[in-house]
């Protein structure tokens, strides 16, 4: 079972926003300062993780310090070689 998941906190100069590349399912986040986006990850980012990476029978019979998922937030982009 995967303990540990990257977000990537990506500015966009044109829009003025950072947006999010994840390794989350479902994780799309925007916002107008970086406080902002981190707040929004830490908010959604264990919900989607245990709603789209984790099945009833990963989590059965698990005690629950070992599934809590660490969320690795990091500016620049999750892949480098996408432009």
Known sequence: MKRSFKVAAVWDP?????????EIIGLNIEAGSLEEFVDLVNEFAPDLIVSNHYSERDLSGVALRDIIPAVVIFEGRLNPKVA
């Open 14 to 22: 044109e829009a003025e926003v950072w947006f999010s590349e994840s």
